[in-house]
Nanobody, 124 residues
Framework: QVQLVESGGGLVQAGESLRLSCAAS????????MGWFRQAPGKEREFVAA????????LYADSVKGRFTISRDNAKNTVYLQMNSLKPEDTAVYYC?????????????????WGQGTQVTVSS
């Protein structure tokens, strides 16, 4: 069983930064790709970023490229999402997810375990 617990969400103003954390536990937590997704009210869950198991490869949605950075510390079984220059349209519940393999892409079906989510609200 794999458990994922997100933290770090909150209310910020446009232009500010937040860092989300996702603590993973269970088998293969450190040998799987990890991803971040988000879901705004009334919208479908969408891909934000992903990182390979080694941390050597990353993938970003166009909407966050250049502003968000995904990273991981396998010794701590933790994945991070540094979010800079936040915009009101970044407001959503952010979820971390474990990839089914060592490298995973942007599809929801590429992931098999999900956290409970953390709310990020960006005011204008």
């Amino acid at each position: 069983q794999v458990q994922l617990v997100e933290s770090g969400g909150g209310l910020v103003q446009a232009g500010e930064s937040l860092r989300l954390s996702c603590a993973a536990s269970g088998r293969t937590a450190s040998t799987s790709a990890m991803g971040w997704f988000r879901q705004a009210p009334g919208k479908e869950r969408e891909f934000v970023a992903a990182i390979a198991w080694s941390g050597g490869g990353t993938l970003y949605a166009d909407s966050v490229k250049g502003r968000f950075t995904i990273s991981r510390d396998n010794a701590k079984n933790t994945v991070y999402l540094q979010m800079n220059s936040l915009k009101p349209e970044d407001t959503a519940v952010y979820y971390c997810a474990r990839g089914k393999g060592r490298v995973s892409g942007p599809r929801l079906s590429d992931y098999d375990y999900w956290g409970q989510g953390t709310q990020v609200t960006v005011s204008s």
